[in-house]
């Protein structure tokens, strides 16, 4: 298709502060810039040499338009803002909501990359979580209100829009949540992780993501201790940020809690993301406490080799696959004392190892790119067509 006559995308993503949602929209980005004319409408401006670093894509401006809804000067101050208000960040959302919708209908297709939203007109969502933009348990709150007004938000709008999510797990929340359906499409893990033989790593658990209550950061520390009371010697290794200014005093709590059991539990602060990978390919093990959507940093476990533990409810259990049972733990107890029958079991970890390679071919970026890819096509307006005719016989020239 020449340029000319290409189809037009407009991709919605209101920011980029890091995390599973922004490996999405980079990737859902990637599938695109080569066969249509993209444009990313986002809040502030965008590093995109920092994004590709990140997250292993190669996008640049010759290939993907980026429109700024505010001022680049103001994005520190806009992610500061984002990161630590919860109410502002929503006011934020709505208001790119509302300026996206004033343009949406120039395009051929409109995609949301952050969830279900009323894009303008009927588009494409890919959806991390319900109920993320509209929040309807606070509808009769005078601010929800006012957000809702602000962006005109139109939830019959959202219902019309063609959904894909992350997890299979995700798609019955989104069906009872909605009443639609929504075909399922893994995120694809984006970590460069450099090898390490099993023999060659630390005996040692990862627990990654964000520090916050939710997570239960501290439940991974106690679990861990009562494994090490059984007579396994395990390290365990916490990265990740905090959760803002709310959630300071629950990252205190854990920094403690892991001072008080730094002979084996380090605490990375402020981790390069570098650095990071190398913390995940050289631990054996991954402990994750919390249900998630999907768990993209349990799915980087599973790429990078090591044999994860995970909650039994949650998108997570499907990336260890719901057969590996003695993974899937139900409460504190249950998590010990699967974790001891594996780590005294070395002919069943490289069963685990094995049934977990087969998992990986799940996430990848090229699977994720082709299946974007096909469902774009299958949901853009076919191109015109115009009948031909034969052109009449040339006029015989008079002799």
Avoid at 68 to 79: E, F, K, M, Y
Avoid at 164 to 170: A, D, Q, V
Avoid at 284 to 308: D, L, Q, T
Wanted: charge should be positive; proline fraction near 6%.
């Amino acid at each position: 298709m020449t340029p000319a006559n290409r189809k037009t995308i407009a991709v919605w993503q209101p920011y980029f502060l890091g995390g599973g949602a922004e490996a999405v929209a980079l990737w859902v980005l990637t599938a695109l810039v080569a066969d249509y004319d993209v444009t990313l409408w986002t809040l502030t401006g965008v590093d995109l040499n920092h994004l590709n670093a990140m997250y292993g894509t190669s996008l640049n401006r010759d290939r993907l338009r980026v429109k700024p809804l505010l001022s680049p000067g103001l994005t520190p101050l806009v992610h500061s803002l984002i990161a630590n208000l919860p109410w502002l960040r929503l006011a934020f959302i709505h208001w790119s909501i509302r300026r996206f919708k004033a343009i949406s209908a120039q395009y051929d297709l409109a995609i949301s990359t952050y969830n279900a939203v009323d894009l303008g007109q009927r588009g494409l969502q890919y959806i991390h979580w319900v109920n993320v933009v509209e929040q309807p348990w606070a509808k009769a709150g005078l601010i929800m209100k006012l957000m809702l007004g602000l962006s005109q938000f139109s939830e019959a709008n959202l219902k019309a829009n063609i959904s894909l999510t992350n997890s299979f797990c995700t798609a019955e929340v989104v069906k009872q949540t909605y009443g639609i359906e929504a075909q399922v499409v893994y995120p694809p893990v984006t970590t460069a992780i450099a090898p390490v033989p099993w023999a060659e790593k630390e005996i040692a658990f990862l627990c990654s993501g964000r520090v916050v209550v939710a997570k239960q950061t501290h439940r991974v520390i106690e679990i861990l201790a009562q494994v090490r009371q059984r007579g396994f010697d395990v390290k365990l290794h916490i990265t990740g940020g905090g959760g803002g200014t709310y959630g300071w005093g629950y990252e205190r709590r854990v920094r403690k809690l892991a001072a008080a059991n730094a002979d084996w539990v380090t605490f990375h602060q402020n981790l390069p993301y570098a650095d990071y990978l190398k913390v995940l390919a050289r631990c054996r093990y991954g402990i994750h406490h919390k249900p998630e959507p999907f768990g993209i940093s349990v799915a980087e476990m599973v790429n990078a080799g090591m044999i994860p533990f995970v909650y039994n409810r949650g998108g997570q259990i499907e990336i260890v696959n719901a057969a590996n049972t003695d993974l899937i733990f139900h409460n504190a107890q249950d998590s010990v004392e699967k974790i001891v029958a594996v780590l005294e079991n070395p002919h069943r970890q490289a069963e685990l190892l094995a049934a977990l390679l087969q998992q990986k071919s799940l996430f990848s970026t090229d699977r994720f790119t082709q299946e974007i890819a096909t469902a774009v096509a299958a949901h853009l307006p076919p191109t015109p067509t115009f009948p031909t005719f034969p052109r009449p016989p040339a006029t015989p020239s008079p002799t």
